[in-house]
């Protein structure tokens, strides 16, 4: 099978060859394999971040799950096409280590600068959010320039279209739709608190923009592969309670319409996810979901969200990204590889992961590891 129809064939229930490998390593592996400053890819598109996971997918040769959440995929939706449209980065400072840029937009023939900056590191991925005095910026900067040498990307259904050309068979596009994830900060946790009024208007306006989204996307010639609906840290920020109400009417609604048009759904949601694992089995059709983390990070034991959901639900996880994968040998990876196949692949369902994003210095050894294993021991 090639890895696209091995993904495939196990998001349906059936039995592939052998188990998938998709190790989580969206982000700082692929940057760090095109041998440039991290802002080249995330400031600059040189390449852009998906095309580098793309790339990097292939030198390892892992069934590939190109996640486009914002970031990730050029903007695809008319609302974010829209609100580029209205506003625009420039550089307010540089040295050796960083870059630091800040939005704004004119008003009246007046510049209004959000009060946040996001941070391009040398060898680190970006720092999104970040309020100016962090850096030890003024609020409105006193100096700005133009991003010059931002290479264009396609935009809408062409960056769909153009994405999975690039990925071929090496495995599957998906594009969020909407998110699990409401509350994902302090301010909005105060905000949420502060505006009782509002939480019903925010639920309905959520899942608005996602039967808008999700329309969008049936619209296209070529559509994504899966259709994501999660969100990184649901359950870190927000209760369940909070979940239930603010994002789960959407999350439930997209999973409905994309069950009916055919197109399997998929949840990642790093941190604490067994009670998220539970809802998603039992109250809604969702197809898939990761990263599953184990303690400290996470709250997940394999074998027994096996035994409890892997009838409903495919199952995406879960070695240790900084335990194993980062500081494990090749012996280590391989063992706890079996062990998670063991616990959680009989009968399919079951994607060989990792946790949430392998770091930057996670050896290329213990990558090929993962796969082999899963090439070899993951036979049904």
């Not at 969100?231 to 959407?250: M, Y």
Request: net charge negative; aromatic share 8%.
């Amino acid at each position: 099978m090639t890895s696209k129809e091995r993904l495939l064939t196990v998001l349906a229930g059936d039995l592939p060859d052998c188990v998938p490998a998709t190790p989580d390593f969206s982000n700082m592996i692929p940057a760090r394999l095109t041998g440039k400053p991290f802002w080249d890819i995330y400031l600059y598109n040189d390449p852009p971040i998906w095309e580098a996971y793309i790339a990097a997918a292939k030198h390892f040769n892992i069934d590939a799950w190109l996640e486009g959440y914002d970031g990730y995929l050029p903007p695809i939706f008319p609302d974010q096409l829209r609100s580029r449209a209205e506003w625009k980065d420039y550089i307010v400072y540089r040295d050796d280590e960083r870059i630091a840029t800040q939005v704004c937009r004119m008003v009246n023939g007046k510049r209004e600068w959000l009060p946040r900056v996001t941070a391009y590191y040398v060898a680190d991925p970006p720092t999104e959010g970040l309020k100016p005095e962090k850096l030890g910026l003024p609020p409105v900067p006193e100096r700005w320039e133009p991003i010059e040498g931002r290479k264009a990307q396609p935009t809408g259904g062409e960056a769909v279209k153009i994405a999975k050309e690039m990925m071929g068979d090496q495995g599957l596009v998906a594009v969020y739709v909407t998110y699990s994830l409401a509350l994902n900060n302090e301010e909005d946790i105060y905000r949420y608190y502060d505006n009782p009024d509002k939480h019903e208007q925010w639920a309905a306006e959520r899942l608005a923009l996602a039967e808008a989204r999700f329309n969008y996307l049936m619209s296209l010639d070529i559509k994504p592969d899966v259709i994501s609906v999660g969100g990184s840290g649901t359950l870190v920020f927000q209760t369940v309670e909070i979940f239930r109400q603010l994002a789960f009417p959407a999350v439930k609604r997209v999973i409905e319409l994309a069950s009916a048009a055919g197109i399997p759904t998929h949840v990642h949601s790093c941190g604490p996810e067994k009670q998220l694992v539970k809802i998603m089995a039992e109250e809604t059709d969702l197809t898939i979901i990761d990263p599953l983390e184990v303690p400290p990070m996470g709250d997940c034991d394999l074998a027994e969200l096996k035994r409890d959901h892997g009838d409903k639900i495919v199952l995406k996880g879960n070695l240790h990204t900084t335990e194993i994968m980062l500081r494990g040998t090749v012996e280590e990876v391989v063992a706890t590889s079996r062990k998670a196949i063991d616990d959680a692949g009989e009968g399919g369902r079951f994607v060989l992961s990792t946790g949430d994003q392998c770091g930057r210095d996670t050896p290329d050894d213990n990558i090929h590891a993962l796969v082999e294993t899963a090439r070899t021991y993951g036979r049904y």
